[in-house]
Antibody, heavy 118, light 110 residues
Framework: QVQLVESGGGVVQPGTSLRLSCAASGFTFSNYGMHWVRQAPGKGLEWVAFIYYDGSGQYYADSVKGRFAISRDNSKNTLFLQMDSLRADDTAVYYC???????????WGQGTLVNVSA | HFVLTQPPSASGTPGQRVTMSCSASGSNLESNYVYWYQQVPGTAPRLLIFRNNQRPSGVPDRFSGSKSDTSASLAISGLRSEDEADYYCAAWDDSLTDYLFGTGTKVTVL
C-alpha cells in the first residue's frame, strides 16, 4: 500500500538547521510531484514547497524562500526538506504529500513535529 | 497577494446539506484548478475533490465541488457525524509557482 513516512523532526534552537526526510513506498515515486505542507499548533494548513517528479523545478512559499530547500532522491524514493535559519514561527507539524500531475495531493504522511524554541 | 478566504465555520444536523465557499482575491480562479481537503483533528489531511469537481476513488458522492471565476464551493449532502472536520480549499496562483490553502472551514454536526 502507498505509504509516506516523515522523519527528522525535533526540538531545535532558533537559527539552527534541520533536515526532514520523507520515505515513500507502494507507488512509483519518480512519477509524482511532492509537496511539503506544515501546520502550526492550532492553525490551518500552510503550503511550504513543491518539487517536480524529476526534480527539475522547485517552488517555495515566501515565508521560507531562501531558508528552506526541497530536494529528492528518486533512486532511494526519498524526499527531503533542508531547513536553515529556523525561527520560532517555523514550529509546526510538517507533512509530505504526493501528487500525480494536477490530480491533487492524494497521499499524505503522518507528519513530523518541528519545535523551534530557545 | 493571492488569498483564499473561507468562512470559519459551518454546521448542520445529520442528513442536512451543508455548503462552504472559497473566495479568491489577488488572483483569478478562472484558469486554475481548485482542490478540497478534509482534516479530522489530529490526523493528516485527505484529498476530497481535485480539478474543481472530481472525486478520488473512495470519496463518497455526498461530497461535490463547483467553481466560478472568483470562487469555489464544497457541498456535503446527507451530513453524517463523521463529516465533522476542518475543510480547506487549495489552488495554484496564476503563475503556477505558489500553492495556497484557504483559511479553512470547521464543520460541526449538531
Amino acid at each position: 500500500q502507498v505509504q509516506l513516512v516523515e522523519s527528522g523532526g525535533g526540538v531545535v534552537q532558533p537559527g539552527t538547521s534541520l533536515r526532514l526526510s520523507c520515505a515513500a513506498s507502494g507507488f512509483t515515486f519518480s512519477n509524482y510531484g511532492m509537496h511539503w505542507v506544515r501546520q502550526a499548533p492550532g492553525k490551518g494548513l500552510e503550503w511550504v514547497a513543491f518539487i517536480y517528479y524529476d526534480g527539475s523545478g522547485q517552488y517555495y512559499a515566501d515565508s521560507v524562500k531562501g531558508r528552506f530547500a526541497i530536494s529528492r532522491d528518486n533512486s532511494k524514493n526519498t524526499l527531503f526538506l533542508q531547513m536553515d535559519s529556523l525561527r520560532a514561527d517555523d514550529t509546526a507539524v510538517y507533512y509530505c504529500a504526493s501528487e500525480y500531475g494536477d490530480y491533487g495531493a492524494d497521499n499524505w504522511g503522518q507528519g513530523t513535529l518541528v519545535n523551534v524554541s530557545a | 497577494h493571492f488569498v483564499l478566504t473561507q468562512p470559519p465555520s459551518a454546521s448542520g444536523t445529520p442528513g442536512q446539506r451543508v455548503t462552504m465557499s472559497c473566495s479568491a482575491s489577488g488572483s483569478n480562479l478562472e484558469s486554475n484548478y481548485v482542490y478540497w481537503y478534509q482534516q479530522v483533528p489530529g490526523t493528516a489531511p485527505r484529498l476530497l475533490i481535485f480539478r474543481n469537481n472530481q472525486r478520488p476513488s473512495g470519496v463518497p458522492d455526498r461530497f461535490s465541488g463547483s467553481k466560478s471565476d472568483t470562487s469555489a464551493s464544497l457541498a456535503i449532502s446527507g451530513l453524517r457525524s463523521e463529516d465533522e472536520a476542518d475543510y480547506y480549499c487549495a489552488a495554484w496562483d496564476d503563475s503556477l509557482t505558489d500553492y495556497l490553502f484557504g483559511t479553512g472551514t470547521k464543520v460541526t454536526v449538531l
